[in-house]
C-alpha cells in the first residue's frame, strides 16, 4: 500500500474506530488484523488479539464517554504512520480502578500504526497516564489487566 493509503487508514481508525463512535467495533473488525499487537505504555506487556483490544478499549470508554479526539499532526513513512491527538472529556464513570471523579481532562498523546496489506498489525500508544491519574487523586493504577 502506499504511504497516502496508510495514512488514510490511520485517519479512518483515529475518527470512526473512536470508542465513542457507533460503529467504532465494525471499523476494528475491518481495519485491525486478528492478531494486533497493541504496545500501551502504561500496560507492563502487549495486549495481543483483536477480542482483547476491543476489550480493553471499551473499558476506557466508560470513563470518558463524552470524550474528544483532536489529530493535531500527522506523519507517515514506509508502514508506519505516527499522529499526535489532544484527548478531552470529563471522568464520569469508572476509569482503570478509579471511581468517578467528574473531573474534566486533556492530555496530549502519540500514536505510532504499522500497517501491513491494508490492516494495522501493531500498535503503540504514549501518553502521560500518571498525570491524568493525580489529577483525579490517585497515582495508583488499579484494575488494569
Not at 491527538?85 to 496530549?108: C, D, Q, V, W, Y
Request: glycine share 8%; hydrophobic share 40%.
Amino acid at each position: 500500500m502506499s504511504i497516502e493509503q496508510n495514512k488514510q487508514i490511520a485517519l479512518r481508525f483515529a475518527e470512526d474506530g473512536w470508542g465513542t463512535m457507533p460503529n467504532w467495533e465494525k471499523v476494528w473488525d475491518e481495519l485491525l488484523s486478528s492478531d494486533i499487537v497493541y504496545h500501551f505504555n502504561s500496560s507492563p506487556e502487549p495486549i495481543i488479539g483483536l477480542e482483547a483490544n476491543k476489550e480493553f478499549n471499551a473499558s476506557l470508554f466508560i470513563g470518558f464517554p463524552n470524550i474528544k479526539q483532536t489529530i493535531e499532526d500527522i506523519v507517515a513513512e514506509g508502514d508506519k504512520v505516527v499522529y499526535r491527538s489532544t484527548m478531552e472529556g470529563t471522568h464520569t464513570g469508572e476509569f482503570l480502578g478509579i471511581p468517578p471523579t467528574g473531573k474534566s481532562a486533556r492530555i496530549n498523546d502519540f500514536t505510532l500504526l504499522q500497517i501491513s496489506n491494508g490492516k494495522i498489525v501493531q500498535w503503540w500508544y504514549e501518553c502521560n497516564l500518571m498525570e491524568l491519574m493525580n489529577k483525579f487523586g490517585s497515582g495508583l493504577i488499579t484494575g488494569f489487566r
